[in-house]
């Protein structure tokens, strides 16, 4: 029988415990490995490939906002990722979901509803907060540059989720093992797609996204 792996990524010591407790009662005892900032996380997740489930803090030191669920989703495409956050507002939620998580576990739930949360996505369904409704995003802006987020292809979501994180073109082909002239080429797509004249208004309309997050 496949032994589980849960990822946890969290920057506070106390909610990592908190998680490692909710997934140390499950069922099959599954493996735990944490991470306490984006780059753990990322490298953790490369070194179990095989891994089942990651659960990510929105804010965590080297990445802001769903910057980071969104360059995850794009380099690890199959691993399901729930968010775990103190922002659980409708708003926060419903767009961690569009930008492809899985599930979101509020940081205010209960041991047992962490748990339950971790077990819906585990079994292939989306997890979300009881109290939470589903509804139409509020932002017309925002609803835009989320349906345009959706046209980038894997690679430019990385790209411009390392161009949101202050890289250069010459540290992006680096970091990607590609030709500066790919990287340029995947920027000027993304402008496109995105319906900007530079990286900076790109940046600022990803920065959009995380507005409504309180933390």
Do not use: C, W
């Amino acid at each position: 029988m496949h032994e589980q792996t849960i990822i946890i990524a969290d920057d506070h010591p106390l909610f990592r415990d908190a998680l490692r407790q909710a997934v140390t009662g499950m069922e099959g005892h599954p493996d735990i490995v944490e991470a306490g900032d984006f780059a753990a996380a990322r490298k953790s997740v490369g070194e179990h490939p095989d891994a089942d489930l990651m659960l990510l803090d929105l804010a965590m030191p080297g990445v802001s906002g769903f910057s980071g669920l969104m360059a995850l989703r794009s380099e690890f495409s199959g691993l399901p990722i729930v968010i775990v956050s103190a922002s659980d507002d409708a708003t926060t939620i419903r767009r961690s979901l569009e930008l492809g998580a899985s599930g979101f576990i509020s940081k205010s739930a209960g041991i047992d509803d962490i748990r339950h949360g971790i077990q819906t996505v585990l079994a292939g369904d989306i997890a979300t907060p009881d109290s939470y409704r589903d509804g139409q995003e509020q932002d017309p802006d925002v609803a835009d540059i989320i349906h345009r987020l959706h046209t980038l292809t894997p690679q430019q979501s990385r790209v411009l989720t390392m161009l949101a994180e202050g890289l250069l073109n010459k540290q992006i082909a680096y970091e990607l093992g590609v030709s500066e002239a790919t990287i340029k080429a995947h920027v000027s797509a993304i402008l496109l797609k995105l319906n900007v004249d530079s990286r900076t208004q790109a940046v600022i309309q990803l920065g959009k996204i995380n507005m409504a997050m309180v933390a």
